[in-house]
């Protein structure tokens, strides 16, 4: 019990389903139900239509109707040991009286029908060693009442001996077949609650899986997307501000266009992430291609993002962008979005005066094989920290480091020889793999 508590609910579903389904024994129940009362119809029938004027006729068909009373009333009851032994020990050595008067009545050839429709419920209404000892027993104990017919002569126990031996050793084997068969669908059946459980273990755990993905794609989205937008935000409204202490009207309208323009972009960005669609940026581009491999979205995306960096804080942004052949969508949006938090870097932590977004194509015996995008400043610098490794990453490098990770690229940030930093982006224009 302690061990079923323990079980989550998809397990306790997928046992419940289990159980509900009979098993091996129940179903074979219904047949061993239909071939013992089937028999005892038969013989009766048989003595009453040719037993009745011998001295036992009426006695072995009045057993035989007991028989099956009794089947009905107690005996199917016990089939599958829903009762203890001592029970059932009675209703059978009621049944081995009523063959011994069937036997002594209509001979072996009326008694053998009945032992082997017998035998099958012996198994399964006793214990394995109480059956084993029933079997055993029931043979014995009518040939004993043969024998003791005979007088216990010589040819007629030789053949008694016999008969007896034989219905043993059927009876073992017939015993030995259903236990075995009960055992093996019992560890069927448990193997199939098991396979079950398990398999409803793992549905929750992909879906626990796929919800833990959509949550950190979504906070990925909404860093490198509405936290910058609103940061942005924040600056022109405070710009728009002083300006307005200056009585600067022509710069706060300035400062409020590119707030509302700004507000937009976010608002694009926003339904972007709910609809899981491609960045704002790159799907707006201008003359792009209908279909999602031009590789001319990348440029202009990185261009009227560096207009608005450099709208909001007055810090001249460089686009670098060579011919660049048709990008895997996946790939352009993590460069666009690195080059999103690259920039937000510099604006929040570089205080630089000029800044540079270059992206080329690198190739490898003639073949392009993976793009490269640099954010180039001439700021405070990084330290030489590694992006995304130890505590020197922020989630901004944490976050760009998974998304290169998942197209099989990475990032690197280092100080420049002559101040500031670099930003290092690679991704392959294929998957390792990939067809």
Same mark, same amino acid.
């Given at each position: 019990?302690?061990?079923?508590?323990?079980?989550?609910?998809?397990?306790?579903?997928?046992?419940?389903?289990?159980?509900?389904?009979?098993?091996?024994?129940?179903?074979?129940?219904?047949?061993?139900?239909?071939?013992?009362?089937?028999v005892?119809?038969?013989?009766?029938?048989?003595l009453?239509?040719?037993?009745?004027?011998?001295?036992?006729?009426?006695?072995?068909?009045?057993?035989?109707?007991?028989?099956?009373?009794?089947?009905?009333?107690?005996?199917?009851?016990?089939?599958?040991?829903?009762?203890?032994?001592?029970?059932?020990?009675?209703?059978?050595?009621?049944?081995?009286?009523?063959?011994l008067?069937?036997?002594?009545?209509?001979?072996l050839?009326?008694?053998?029908?009945?032992?082997?429709?017998?035998?099958?419920?012996?198994?399964?209404?006793?214990?394995?060693?109480l059956?084993?000892?029933?079997?055993?027993?029931?043979?014995?104990?009518?040939?004993?009442?043969r024998?003791?017919?005979?007088?216990w002569?010589?040819?007629?126990?030789?053949?008694?001996?016999?008969?007896?031996?034989?219905?043993?050793?059927?009876?073992?084997?017939?015993?030995?077949?259903?236990?075995?068969?009960?055992?093996?669908?019992?560890?069927?059946?448990?193997?199939?609650?098991?396979?079950?459980?398990?398999?409803a273990?793992?549905?929750?755990?992909?879906?626990?899986?796929?919800?833990?993905?959509?949550?950190?794609?979504?906070?990925?989205?909404?860093?490198?997307?509405?936290?910058?937008?609103?940061?942005?935000?924040?600056?022109?409204?405070?710009?728009?501000?002083?300006a307005?202490?200056?009585?600067?009207?022509?710069?706060?309208?300035?400062?409020?266009?590119?707030?509302?323009?700004?507000?937009?972009?976010?608002?694009?960005?926003?339904?972007?992430?709910?609809?899981?669609?491609?960045?704002?940026?790159?799907?707006?581009? =201008?003359?792009?291609?209908?279909?999602?491999?031009?590789?001319?979205?990348? =440029?202009?995306?990185?261009?009227?993002?560096?207009?608005?960096?450099?709208?909001?804080?007055g810090?001249?942004?460089?686009?670098?962008?060579?011919?660049? =052949?048709?990008?895997?969508?996946?790939?352009?949006?993590?460069?666009?979005?690195?080059?999103?938090?690259?920039?937000?870097?510099?604006?929040?932590?570089?205080a630089?005066?000029?800044?540079?977004?270059?992206?080329?194509?690198?190739?490898?015996?003639?073949?392009?094989?993976?793009?490269?995008?640099?954010?180039?400043?001439?700021?405070?610098? =990084?330290?030489?920290?590694?992006?995304?490794?130890?505590?020197?990453g922020?989630?901004?490098?944490?976050a760009?480091?998974?998304?290169?990770?998942?197209?099989?690229?990475?990032?690197?940030?280092?100080?420049?020889?002559?101040?500031?930093?670099?930003?290092?982006?690679?991704?392959?224009?294929?998957?390792?793999?990939?067809?």
């Amino acid at each position: 019990m302690a061990s079923t508590a323990r079980l989550s609910p998809q397990r306790h579903a997928a046992a419940a389903e289990t159980h509900a389904r009979p098993g091996f024994t129940d179903r074979a129940a219904i047949g061993w139900h239909l071939t013992w009362l089937g028999v005892l119809a038969v013989v009766g029938l048989v003595l009453a239509l040719t037993a009745l004027d011998d001295t036992g006729g009426p006695a072995a068909l009045a057993a035989v109707v007991a028989m099956g009373a009794a089947y009905l009333l107690l005996g199917w009851r016990l089939v599958g040991g829903r009762y203890r032994d001592g029970l059932a020990v009675g209703y059978l050595a009621g049944v081995v009286v009523g063959l011994l008067l069937v036997q002594r009545a209509g001979g072996l050839q009326l008694v053998t029908p009945l032992l082997f429709a017998l035998f099958p419920q012996l198994w399964t209404l006793l214990t394995r060693p109480l059956a084993a000892l029933a079997t055993a027993v029931v043979p014995l104990a009518l040939g004993a009442a043969r024998a003791t017919e005979a007088g216990w002569a010589g040819p007629a126990l030789v053949d008694v001996a016999v008969e007896s031996v034989a219905q043993l050793a059927v009876a073992l084997l017939l015993g030995l077949w259903i236990t075995g068969m009960t055992a093996e669908s019992a560890s069927r059946a448990e193997m199939v609650q098991q396979l079950q459980a398990a398999r409803a273990d793992l549905a929750a755990a992909e879906r626990a899986r796929g919800v833990l993905a959509e949550r950190e794609r979504v906070a990925r989205e909404i860093h490198d997307t509405l936290a910058q937008g609103f940061l942005s935000t924040v600056t022109l409204a405070q710009a728009a501000r002083a300006a307005l202490r200056r009585d600067d009207v022509a710069l706060v309208e300035e400062r409020l266009a590119l707030l509302e323009t700004t507000a937009r972009d976010n608002l694009a960005e926003a339904r972007a992430i709910v609809e899981a669609r491609r960045p704002a940026d790159l799907a707006d581009a =201008p003359g792009a291609p209908p279909d999602d491999t031009g590789g001319a979205r990348l =440029p202009g995306a990185l261009r009227r993002l560096a207009a608005r960096t450099e709208d909001e804080t007055g810090v001249p942004v460089d686009v670098v962008a060579a011919h660049l =052949p048709p990008l895997p969508p996946p790939v352009e949006v993590v460069l666009l979005r690195a080059a999103q938090e690259g920039l937000s870097n510099v604006r929040q932590h570089a205080a630089a005066r000029h800044v540079v977004l270059q992206v080329e194509a690198r190739s490898v015996d003639g073949a392009a094989d993976e793009v490269v995008l640099w954010v180039v400043d001439d700021g405070r610098g =990084p330290g030489g920290s590694r992006a995304g490794s130890g505590a020197g990453g922020g989630y901004g490098l944490h976050a760009m480091a998974s998304r290169l990770r998942e197209v099989g690229g990475s990032v690197t940030l280092a100080p420049r020889e002559t101040g500031g930093s670099v930003l290092e982006v690679r991704a392959p224009l294929a998957r390792e793999g990939a067809t």
